[in-house]
């Protein structure tokens, strides 16, 4: 897989679309039986993870596109409500690619390359027919409650439907997307799947292994799929193998000018 197809991958999942202390396995339990939308809400805003910061230094990831593979490493740094950074390193710990989320743009840094790339997300309404924003993008990727397009969630926009085994699933629509998000009998998120207004593409986001840490449950393997119809066109697999949370982020500084900048056009497919 070359690195334009692993920049392309990672781009594209995040846009279509984690203490070093010792943690201990979260057994998932039934919670208090969800009796609407608005109920639910509340159950599953009450299990989630809350955080200030949260730092993922150790990633396993499997990266697949058609039916090319590879494996790597990544390190994910957040701040809520303010910035998300992505690196991604190959090889030996040396930083390739570095994608930086803010609340209006995007940055992503080809570090080998010396290449820049960035815009805001209306690019991928326009050019793939999926409209998302920051808040449903952090949320994605800490497996917290979101509205695709749409914040602060509200349950009156929320369709209801409790499933077996003590699970549920809130229902969203929009003029864009539509969204289905499935729960634990806990309450913690296990599915999330997006598809766009043309029912083209299907973003199928799952969380699983969640544990606990410093009172924080939290999914230790994030599974994304991007399908293109029925096909599988991209996935992403990651084992999160060390978390912190609440603690003091060290965010790469890098420089704009210091790179040759390139439309996205000239790394996507």
């Known amino acids: 897989m070359t690195k334009k197809s692993i920049a392309g991958i990672f781009i594209i999942l995040f846009i279509v679309s984690f203490s070093s202390c010792k943690s201990r396995q979260h057994l998932i339990k039934p919670g208090a039986k969800a009796s609407s939308a608005q109920h639910l809400v509340q159950l599953i805003e009450q299990a989630q993870p809350t955080f200030s910061t949260m730092n993922a230094d150790r990633i396993s990831v499997v990266a697949r596109m058609g ?3 590879m494996n790597v490493s990544a390190r994910l740094q957040v701040k809520t409500d303010s910035v998300i950074v992505l690196s991604i390193m190959p090889f030996m710990g040396i930083e390739m690619f570095t994608l930086k989320l803010f609340r209006d743009h995007w940055q992503l840094f080809d570090r080998i390359n010396r290449n820049f790339y960035t815009d805001n997300y209306r690019y991928f309404q326009f050019r793939y027919g999926v409209a998302v924003d920051f808040e449903s993008l952090q949320a994605l990727f800490s497996a917290r409650l979101f509205s ?10 929320l369709t209801f439907t409790p499933l077996e085994d003590n699970k549920n699933q809130l229902q969203f629509s929009s003029r864009t997307m539509r969204q289905t998000t499935t729960t634990h009998p806990n ?3 296990e599915r999330v799947l997006l598809t766009n207004a043309t029912e083209s593409h299907t973003l199928i986001a799952s969380y699983h292994q969640y544990e606990t840490t410093r009172g ?6 994030i599974n994304i799929e991007v399908l293109d119809g029925e096909q599988p066109m991209l996935g992403l697999d990651m084992r999160i193998q060390r978390v912190a949370f609440d603690s003091t982020l060290n965010l790469p500084h890098l420089n704009p000018e210091r790179f040759t900048r390139r439309t996205l056009d000239f790394l996507l497919p």
């Open 187 to 189: 309450h913690s998120i």
């Open 148 to 157: 695709v397009g749409e914040s602060p969630v509200n349950p009156r926009n």
């Open 216 to 221: 924080i449950n939290f999914p230790r393997h």
């Open 67 to 69: 039916d090319q593979q």
